[in-house]
Each structure stands twice: as structure tokens, then as C-alpha cells.
């Protein structure tokens, strides 16, 4: 993973403590920026496409990407809808590169191998496909060996309905045999789609059994579970309409908040109307699940800073070593974990 420069991290230090200070997350760390809200899809568990609008111009999104990058956060991911749906994609790519920020493309596109991907890789620094049920597109598996030959961290992101809990572990296996990590998520029920959302103690269970079978594969940290059993969601990270909006507290309450073509964000974030909003995702009691209201806080913690980082590591050692010397450093980095989850525990 590169090194942005010193610059780059002082907002997210502040952040960090103005937030310890607070008592609250009143600064986020993490940004999804739905970039557009076309899509190939309309997978049964998203509401998409009851928010369409308008693509905003290469010159609105450059200006949203220059907030984020004098805020706190420190890695903005381009989603959708279809981010490769929008013309302008490698210059925004290109600009991306340029701010504060690492920057994650989260694609579900059956036709990436056809894309540019070689001209645009040296521009993402991680890249997730999502690859399920809802999407209909689990013949991506197949382009997985291809994809982690390109010089970009690549995981697999897939959505876990009720129904599909028991088809984890082949998906697990696949990306460990091609060189990938994976993210699980919960398929969170929203407004206007269908509701999903499976067992979390089972899905739990799963995860924890695959973690053992297949280690240094699943980047879903074990305080993402902590986190929605005891009902701790946060605005920690945010989610950015395709009007450039700022959905806040969360996007599964629907409400938004400013332009931030126009509105800076810090500012805003420190306002009276934003501390309402806060205030409101306090006391909601939908405890929907939704992946980063629920894992962000989290990753302040070491023991999940380096639970989530190490299936990263662990593919970069595997590109660069022989498989003898990455089962090596594997074992290495596996046994440190376990001792730093043990001290962590007690």
C-alpha cells in the first residue's frame, strides 16, 4: 500500500481527535461516492434505482473529490450504480490519484475484462468487485486469476442474502485460490427492495468457521459483528449521492444534507443541523445492519486496523515471494495476529 504524502493524514488526525474529544464520530474517515446512479443491475436487495438522477459533470465531481480531500477522510471509494457507465471515468480515475486519499473502485461489471483495466489500475489502490447472487454475475469468478495479475490490491465483495449464508464457502475457496481477499456484507434491508437481510448469528458462525479454514482471506473485521450486536452504528462513514448530496446521518434513513459541490464538509459536519442528524441516528433502533455504519468505529481499534489490513499484506507477499516464502511470511503474520487478538481479548 503506497504512502500519501505527510499532508495527506494530518485532516485524519484531527479528526480522530476532535472526534475522541467529542465524545461522538462527528468526523468520517471512510466516503462512498456514488458517482453515478445507472447500473446494469437491479438486484432484488437495492434501491438504486428509486434515487436516479442526472450524471453531474466531470467539473462537480472534481470539486466534491477536492472537499473530501481537505476533510478527515482518508480513503473515498467510486461506486454507483456502475462507475464505468460514466465516459469521464479515466479522467476522474486520473484526478482521484491526485488528492489526499487512497482511493477504492468498487465495480460489478460483467464486461471488465474488456475495459481498460491495465490504463486504469496504476490510479486505484484497491479494487472490489462484487460477485453474487443479486448481481447474477458469479461467472466472475473465472476473470479472478486475470484481475490479481494487475498491480492493484483486488478483493471480491459479496452481498449475503438469508438464502445464500450456505454458498460462502465456495466463494471464500475461489478467492483464495486466485489470489484474492474478500469482503462479506450483509444485505441490509432497504426502502423500496426486498428484505434479505439473513441471520446474523448464523452468518457469523460462517464467517468465523472460514476465517479458520481459509486465513488471511476475509477482510470483515469480528467488531463489525460486536458492533451490530450491540446496536453501535456511526456516521464515522458517509455515503454521497449521485446529486453530490451528502446522505446523512446514513443513507438507510434517506435524509441528506448538503451539496458538496458548494458546502464544505468539515464545516458543515461541525454545524448545529448536522448534530441533530447525529442525534437522530442515536436514537433510531432499525439496527439495519448496513456494512460501514457498523464497522467504521472500529478500525480506530489496532487489533481490527491489522485484522483488516492483513489479507492485504498477505496478497502482496504472495505476488512478490515464491509460494514456499509466502506460506512462510503467512504463518509469521497469522501467528502475530492471533497473539495481538489474544492480548486484545484480555
Not at 184 to 210: H, K, W, Y
Not at 214 to 234: E, L, N, Q, V, W
Not at 320 to 344: D, E, P, W
Request: hydrophobic share 35%; proline share 5%; with cysteine.
Amino acid at each position: 500500500m503506497r504512502l500519501l504524502p505527510l499532508k495527506s493524514y494530518i485532516p485524519t488526525v484531527r479528526g480522530l481527535i476532535a472526534n475522541r474529544m467529542a465524545g461522538e464520530a462527528v468526523y468520517p474517515f471512510y466516503a462512498s461516492f456514488k458517482i453515478t446512479s445507472r447500473c446494469h443491475f437491479g438486484c432484488p436487495f437495492c434501491n438504486v434505482r428509486r434515487d436516479r438522477s442526472a450524471d453531474r459533470s466531470t467539473a462537480d465531481i472534481k470539486a466534491v473529490l477536492d472537499n473530501l480531500s481537505r476533510s478527515s477522510v482518508l480513503m473515498t471509494s467510486f461506486e454507483g450504480g456502475e462507475p464505468l457507465l460514466r465516459d469521464d471515468i479515466g479522467e476522474l480515475l486520473q484526478y482521484a490519484r491526485t488528492c489526499g486519499f487512497y482511493l477504492l473502485f468498487t465495480t460489478s461489471a460483467r464486461d471488465l475484462m474488456d475495459q481498460p483495466l491495465r490504463e486504469y489500475a496504476p490510479y486505484i489502490d484497491f479494487l472490489h468487485v462484487s460477485i453474487d447472487e443479486g448481481h447474477d454475475n458469479l461467472c466472475m469468478f473465472e476473470a479472478l486469476p486475470r484481475l490479481c495479475e494487475l498491480p492493484v490490491q483486488v478483493s471480491v465483495q459479496t452481498v449475503v442474502t438469508r438464502d445464500t449464508v450456505g454458498c460462502l464457502a465456495d466463494k471464500v475457496r475461489r478467492c483464495r485460490e486466485a489470489g484474492a481477499n474478500i469482503v462479506i456484507i450483509p444485505a441490509s434491508p432497504m426502502e423500496g427492495a426486498q428484505n434479505c437481510f439473513p441471520d446474523m448469528d448464523a452468518l457469523r458462525r460462517t464467517v468465523e468457521d472460514l476465517r479458520r479454514n481459509y486465513p488471511g482471506t476475509i477482510h470483515t473485521p469480528r467488531k463489525f459483528f460486536d458492533a451490530y450486536a450491540g446496536r453501535r452504528c456511526s456516521p464515522a462513514s458517509v455515503i454521497i449521492a449521485s446529486d453530490c448530496r451528502l446522505y446523512y446521518p446514513c443513507h438507510i434513513l434517506g435524509t441528506k444534507g448538503p451539496d458538496l459541490t458548494v458546502t464544505d464538509l468539515n464545516t458543515w459536519l461541525a454545524g448545529d443541523e448536522a448534530r441533530a442528524m447525529r442525534r437522530r441516528m442515536r436514537a433510531c433502533t432499525r439496527n439495519c445492519g448496513w456494512y460501514q455504519y457498523y464497522s467504521i468505529d472500529s478500525y480506530v481499534s489496532p487489533i481490527t486496523v491489522w485484522e483488516s489490513l492483513m489479507p492485504m499484506l498477505i496478497q502482496a507477499i504472495r505476488r512478490r515471494g515464491g509460494r514456499r516464502s509466502a506460506r512462510r511470511s503467512t504463518q509469521r503474520l497469522m501467528s502475530r495476529a492471533r497473539r495481538i487478538f489474544v492480548r486484545q481479548r484480555q
